[in-house]
């Protein structure tokens, strides 16, 4: 645990500093294919957990080439998290960010990112981090699909309201869209889950265009007038709040 203390400490000193509040701790949780990087609050028992789930981060460069650490460069996720003033939240990190872990390979973050593998390890930190809680899973850019998947292939889980900021809700029609490689080691929805939910995206996001998810699902959707895929959120996280 020192070591990886040491090495999250050093990463964040040569990427993006952050400041983590007093109330959150950082936990590695182990699950049966990753060690998963969290940073988590919890000050009540009795209440709803908010676990926000990490995009795809730094998985490629800027030429469009796999980068050998997914770790993402920015902050908008995690300072959304950490500013979100509900008593029972967590930040929960993608497989192979802000940790060392031998058994990461490149394709869980590029074709495999959706992977089953990848899915039900998120899904199996997410039930030790809420064990009988009910939850609220919002996930940014991959991380939507992310969330969506757990939502789909758990329903074990007592997720009850999801949340997509920027998010992928169906990763073969965005690939087409942007005539990307497809992602053949993924998962993928078929429809959307049959949960309480709201998408939040902007009409200036070049990655996750708007008009994409408007088509996904045209209700329960709100275009953010001028945000991009990492601003113009501000005037709306009350309501993400909420």
């Known amino acids: 645990m020192r070591k990886s203390i ?23 949780i182990k699950t049966q294919n990753y060690k998963l990087a969290s940073w988590q609050k919890k000050l009540n028992s009795n ?31 995690r300072q959304i998290a950490f ?22 390979q490149q394709i869980d973050w590029t074709t495999g990112r959706f992977s089953k593998k990848v899915i039900d390890s998120m899904a199996q930190a997410v039930q030790k981090i809420a064990s009988n809680h009910p939850i609220v899973l919002i996930g940014y850019s991959g991380g939507g699909l992310v969330s969506g998947l757990i939502i789909d292939q758990h329903p074990e889980l007592k997720v009850i309201k999801w949340i997509t900021l920027a998010g992928v809700l169906n990763h073969t029609k ?16 078929k429809k959307m889950p049959n949960v309480e939910q709201h998408h939040y995206v ?19 959707i709100t275009i953010l007038s001028g945000a991009t895929h990492t601003t113009g959120f ?6 993400i709040y909420e």
């Open 202 to 220: 902007g009409d200036k996001d070049e990655i996750v265009p708007f008009q994409l998810t408007q088509d996904i699902t045209p209700k329960n």
């Open 83 to 104: 500013n979100d003033p509900h008593e029972n939240v967590v930040y929960l990190a993608r497989p192979c960010q802000f940790v060392k872990d031998k058994n990461c």
């Open 174 to 189: 965005w690939t087409e869209s942007l005539k990307l490689p497809p992602l053949k080691n993924s998962l993928d929805l």
């Open 234 to 239: 501000d005037d709306y996280i009350h309501e």
């Open 6 to 28: 040491l090495f999250l400490g050093f990463f964040l000193a040569s990427c993006t500093f952050m400041r983590v509040p007093d109330f959150f701790v950082y936990r590695e």
């Open 47 to 77: 209440t709803p957990i908010r676990i926000y789930i990490e995009g795809d981060g730094h998985a490629f460069n800027h030429i469009g080439m796999p980068t050998s650490d997914p770790t993402p460069r920015g902050t908008f996720l």
